[in-house]
């Protein structure tokens, strides 16, 4: 039976939303402590902040949405997906490259949040499957 009230795929929007804005703020709000405890530039994780501010009001404003347009959330699939490739690149690639080097905390951090991500991602795709899935009688 077709679920006509996408609520497996709002729910992905809105704790992708609720989650990228808390994390936006705290690192927008503490970028120098959390610098020290993660070992990553307080810049970056400024910047991250900010992104993470801007696509909360984006995934808040589609989570709200009667029935979000499915291809703006194929496109926040793979935004999401973008996003864990590149925390796991950071964390790769980041020493060699950048000359970072995050702490064992700060690398719990990075890996934390790419698996929270990944939940949100998997919510948000089995939500789409479900809400594009036809009726049957």
């Known amino acids: 039976m077709r679920d006509t009230t996408p609520n497996l795929l709002r729910l992905g929007l809105l704790a992708d939303a609720a989650a990228s804005g808390a994390m936006g703020a705290l690192l927008v709000l503490l970028p120098g402590t959390l610098s020290a405890l993660f070992g990553l530039p307080a810049l970056l994780l400024t910047l991250v902040g900010l992104v ?31 996003w864990i490739a590149d925390s796991l690149l950071l964390l790769a690639l980041g020493p060699a490259l950048a000359g970072l ?3 064992a905390l ?12 990944a939940g949100f991602t998997a919510l948000q795709a089995v939500g789409l499957r479900r809400a594009a899935a036809p009726a049957f009688a």
């Open 52 to 82: 993470c501010l801007a696509w909360a009001g984006f995934t808040g404003w589609l989570g709200r949405q009667p029935a979000p347009a499915p291809r703006a959330v194929r496109a926040v699939i793979v935004l999401n997906t973008i």
């Open 101 to 103: 080097a995050p702490t």
């Open 106 to 117: 700060g690398t719990a951090f990075v890996l934390a949040q790419a698996a929270a991500v």
